[in-house]
């Protein structure tokens, strides 16, 4: 069975960083586009960061623009997002996601994992 488990989230201070990693397992991923998504209190879930399969095409937010970065290891079927100079509004739970087609669509997006908090405090 599929599976993406994410882990580094934590309490950071704001204009502190945070490294996430999303570790799959059950099946190779190599082929498929990697994606971010994080969803605030009373908030939808909502499209951070995306990699297609070869890591040679990278979609962000406009929110993340500047500051995230997504990155991919195929040989340790794993996903990074590296995140500076966070603020209090970055706060949420950050999923990382699994789909056939590179996007920010939610719907196109197949496997995912649980979540990891991410809190940054003013």
């Known amino acids: 069975q599929a599976q993406l488990v994410e882990s580094g989230g934590g309490l950071v201070q704001a204009g502190g960083s945070l490294s996430l990693s999303c570790a799959a397992s059950?099946?190779?991923?190599?082929?498929?586009?990697m994606g971010w998504f994080r969803q605030a209190p009373g908030k939808e879930r909502e499209f951070v960061a995306a990699m297609d399969w070869s890591g040679t095409r990278t979609y962000y937010a406009d929110s993340a623009k500047g500051r995230f970065t997504i990155s991919r290891d195929n040989a340790k079927n794993a996903v990074y997002l590296e995140m500076k100079t966070l603020k209090p509004e970055d706060t949420a739970v950050y999923y990382c996601a699994a789909a056939r087609v590179v996007g920010a669509r939610r719907e196109n997006y197949d496997y995912w994992g649980p979540g990891t908090q991410v809190t940054v405090s003013s």
């Open positions: 059950g099946r190779t991923f190599s082929t498929w586009a």
